[in-house]
């Protein structure tokens, strides 16, 4: 497989990136929440200057797609006026934070949000790698505990813990203010690590060839104090919840029509899981492209946006990930990836299938940039789903 280019940065509005089908612009909702007035204005914004399609990232954010650069300048001047920008490019990227949907009016998880941001934005800010995150997650199931994020503040016992991820332990906060400054404070101790490399560096690989033990005694004092409570990842089903409604989407994309037709249904929550909350809702809305059913074949099947839409993608990815969806197996997952970076999952799954110049090579519990077991062009895996879905042969040398 070709090597792909690793940016070592995500997109954002101030910076955006540019892909196949024009610049890619990221939304990140404050709170992880868009009320009505500002989805309607993203919509008719994404309409107006980009191709009409959108995307949910698996960082919880809103991807606008197909501007071109012409009309940048007035996407911002929109976004602005709608509240949804930083002041620069570098506050922006900071402001990495992703919010649990299962929050309650009242609760701590707004005003834990609101600090972090305000320290974050602060002139003393860490400087921190491109793809550096939070997580706010003070709900009972802590569903953000398998998401992607650095440092993570959830509920722990008799108050607010904060830990960084791949550590068990963290220090317990009594107040929202409180959390927020020991997240700045771990965060700042990240950066004197000396881990970050050419603008990388990820909490969980710190200390990643050191035994538990020995990794626990090289965290600051104040974080080896308190055990995180035990936490299942598991992906939350599609349907009614206390909050509201979560919709699903196939591969995580929108039309402008569809978001601002949600957003006449209630103010939405953005989730790392490519669905959307709508708050209040009590049933299923009948619109067009929306997964409502909690085990629909396409919820079975991650794809990134594939060629001609990513300058990177090797082949397009996802015709072929609908026509295998039906074929795998209850409870697990196919991953169609363009290229071996893998960025519409960065996690094993079960199957996965990589773009290369020769067809798609083939892989078994394995990211993108794993070792395949055999290779196979997109018509033959339609014609013969059992290419992929029977067990793998030994590795082909």
């Known amino acids: 497989m070709s090597a792909p280019i690793v940016q070592g940065w995500c997109p954002g509005a101030l910076r955006p990136m540019m892909s196949g089908d024009g610049l890619v612009v990221r939304v990140r909702p404050r709170g992880g929440r868009l009320t009505t007035v500002q989805a309607k204005g993203i919509a008719a914004l ?67 949000y609101a600090a972090l941001e305000a ?22 199931q802590n569903a953000l505990c398998g998401a992607a994020a650095d440092i993570r503040i959830e509920a722990g016992n008799g108050g607010i813990l904060v830990r960084g991820d791949g550590f068990e332990t963290g220090a317990l906060a009594e107040c929202p203010a409180e959390a927020a400054a020991l997240a700045l404070a771990l965060a700042h101790w990240f950066t004197q690590t000396g881990h970050i490399q050419n603008g990388r560096g990820r909490m969980a690989t710190l200390f990643a060839g050191l035994a538990p033990a020995a990794r626990h005694a090289c965290l600051p004092a104040a974080f080896q104090t308190t055990q995180a409570l035990p936490a299942s990842p ?27 037709s949600l957003a006449d249904l209630g103010d939405l929550r953005l989730t790392p899981w490519r669905m959307v909350l709508v708050e209040g809702l009590a049933t299923a809305p009948t619109l067009p492209s929306l997964i409502t059913a909690p085990h629909d074949p396409l919820l079975r099947v991650v794809a990134c946006t594939g060629a001609p839409g990513c300058l990177q993608a090797l082949a397009p990815t996802r015709a072929l990930a609908v026509a295998l969806a039906a074929h795998v197996p209850q409870g697990q997952t196919l991953h169609v990836s363009g290229c071996a970076k893998g960025c519409a ?18 892989l078994h519990k394995a990211t993108a940039a794993g070792r395949p077991h055999s290779t196979h062009s997109a018509a033959d895996l339609m014609a013969n789903p059992d290419l992929l879905f029977e067990k793998p042969n030994a590795p082909q040398l």
């Open 234 to 260: 598991a992906t939350p089903q599609i349907g009614p919840c206390a909050q509201g409604y979560l919709l699903g989407f196939a591969f995580g994309q929108m039309t402008a029509q569809t978001l601002a």
């Open 119 to 140: 320290g974050l934005s602060g002139t003393n800010a860490p400087k921190l790698p491109g793809k550096f995150g939070f997580s706010i997650d003070l709900s009972p």
């Open 345 to 362: 999952m960065p996690a094993p799954a079960e199957y996965t299938l990589v773009a290369t110049t020769n067809g798609f090579a083939a």
């Open 46 to 112: 994404a309409g107006r200057h980009g191709n009409g399609l959108l995307d949910l990232s698996n960082r919880a954010n809103l991807q606008i797609r197909g501007v071109n650069e012409a009309g940048h300048p007035a996407l911002i001047d929109g976004l602005r006026a709608l509240g949804c920008l930083d002041d620069s490019a570098e506050a922006e990227a900071r402001r990495n934070i992703m919010v649990g949907p299962f929050w309650a009016a009242g609760d701590a998880t707004q005003a834990v």
